[in-house]
């Protein structure tokens, strides 16, 4: 079964299954990355992806 999409990405406004309450979420499995606000909330995996390879120097 599909898992619910309950969060709005901040970054790009798509609908994403966050799992912050669960015992563990797919951004668990990522590097850190550092967030550009004090109170960033979870994004997409594309966005986190994004950022992933900014903070490398990737394209």
Do not use: I
């Amino acid at each position: 079964m599909p898992e619910e999409k309950n969060a709005v990405c901040p970054s790009c406004g798509k609908r994403f299954h966050c799992g912050k309450d669960e015992k563990h979420c797919w951004c668990m499995d990522a590097p850190p990355v550092r967030f550009l606000y004090k109170r960033q909330t979870c994004v997409c995996e594309d966005c986190l992806r994004a950022r992933l390879k900014a903070e490398k120097g990737e394209k």
